[in-house]
């Protein structure tokens, strides 16, 4: 069974450290994998992967692939008490009709001033 | 431009009642999907419409759950009758093709008594 797997599923810091979150999958036919913010509501799309070893950033967050071992890191530089959230982590495969997302269950962020 | 919307934020019905979900996806995204998430689970995919296609339904829970695209713009999703299992967060996601990232609503969160 395709399965993706966070961690850690909490987290502590205090503002200005940085933080590395995990994901790991098992996933038939991958095809690209997501990182999204949850802050309330909404969870907010950051990044999609697909190649391995190309790093994509955003300010200071940054990703990375590797479809050899089979996961990505997210990484925060710097954090600020803003970057309190849930991030998801997500797996697109080539199955079914192609638009199935396989979510992690989150890695819970608490930034502490 | 204005992001997915989804209507009501949150639902509370007895079981046994009925209960639509409603879903705005972006204008322009041919691509809608509904998930869900229950207490303490990861989220899990339910269906994905192309239009007013639906492509895949391999994660509707069973026949007591109802989606429909009428036009192929928004999208409704009926729980009749609700059961206890049902209550959880029901996400709507939109893309503009279905490889693109998604873009996520704020939820519904229905409980059922």
């Known amino acids: 069974e395709d399965k993706v797997v966070q961690s850690p599923l909490s987290l502590v810091v205090h503002e200005g450290d940085t933080v590395t979150l995990n994901c790991s999958y098992e996933v038939t036919n991958f095809r690209s994998l997501l990182w999204y913010k949850q802050e309330k509501k909404a969870p907010t799309f950051l990044f999609m992967l697909t190649s391995s070893g190309i790093e994509k950033k955003s300010g200071r967050l940054s990703s990375i692939l590797d479809k050899k071992e089979l996961f990505s890191i997210l990484n925060i530089t710097a954090t600020q008490t803003g970057d309190s959230a849930i991030y998801l982590c997500a797996v697109g495969n080539y199955g079914g009709s192609q638009g199935n997302l396989i979510f992690g269950k989150g890695t819970k962020l608490s930034v502490k001033p | 431009e204005a992001g997915v919307t989804q209507f009501p934020s949150h639902s509370v019905i007895e079981k046994g009642q009925t209960v639509t979900l409603r879903c705005d996806p972006i204008?322009?995204?041919?691509?809608l999907y509904w998930y869900r998430r229950v207490m303490g689970k990861e989220i899990k995919f339910l269906l994905h419409?192309?239009?007013?296609?639906?492509?895949?339904e391999s994660g509707m829970p069973n026949n007591r759950f109802l989606a429909e695209r009428t036009g192929g713009t928004y999208s409704t999703l009926k729980v009749q009758p609700a059961e206890l299992e049902d209550s959880g967060v029901y996400f709507c996601?939109?893309?503009?093709?279905?490889?693109?990232?998604?873009?996520f609503g704020p939820g519904t969160r229905l409980t059922v008594t």
């Open positions: 996601a939109s893309s503009q093709d279905r490889l693109n990232e998604q873009y």
């Open positions: 419409f192309v239009k007013e296609s639906k492509q895949d």
């Open positions: 204008s322009g995204h041919d691509n």
